[in-house]
């Protein structure tokens, strides 16, 4: 299906954002060889962070793992977006690595569950060809405040 991906999107009813401002020095993504990078993406959507807090099971005030997992997604989407506007989404082979951060509050440990809302969003859109390596990983903050950040590396043709 390689080469399909934009039709694939449609079909999904899933329409790629404009691509996130930077909010430092960096670009949203970078192609070396036949592979691109894209940087940490965050859950924004029409210029705004969509979820703002740390991960918790239950607490009160912070951000639930099932709004985490969806925020995951929207990172997914906007990493999506990236790569497109670096070298069109119709050029991506496969998807070979997905690295997702989760802001935790103490004692939190569902990060795999967070990020599959990233790994679930790029299967659904690359079938086969998403099957990729990842991380999940744990930090005490992001930035903006955001509960998740994701970034992708895809190969290109």
């Not at 029409?46 to 703002?52: D, M, P, Y």
């Not at 005030?61 to 709004?67: A, F, I, K, N, Y």
């Amino acid at each position: 299906m390689s080469g399909q991906w934009s039709q694939r999107l449609a079909a999904l009813g899933i329409e790629l954002p404009a691509v996130v401002k930077p909010v430092g020095s960096y670009v949203p993504a970078l192609r070396v060889g036949d592979l691109v990078y894209t940087s940490g993406q965050l859950p924004v959507v029409a210029g705004e962070l969509a979820f703002t807090g740390k991960v918790a099971e239950g607490a009160e005030g912070l951000v639930s793992p099932e709004q985490a997992n969806a925020a995951a997604r929207l990172c997914a989407l906007n990493a999506l977006a990236a790569v497109h506007a670096e070298v069109g989404i119709d050029s991506v082979v496969r998807v070979v690595k997905v690295v997702g951060f989760v802001a935790s509050a103490p004692g939190f440990t569902g990060q795999p569950g967070v990020i599959n809302g990233a790994s679930d969003l790029i299967g659904e859109v690359f079938g086969d060809a998403g099957v990729h390596a990842r991380s999940a990983v744990g930090v005490a903050a992001l930035p903006l405040g955001a509960p998740v950040e994701v970034e992708i590396i895809v190969q290109v043709n």
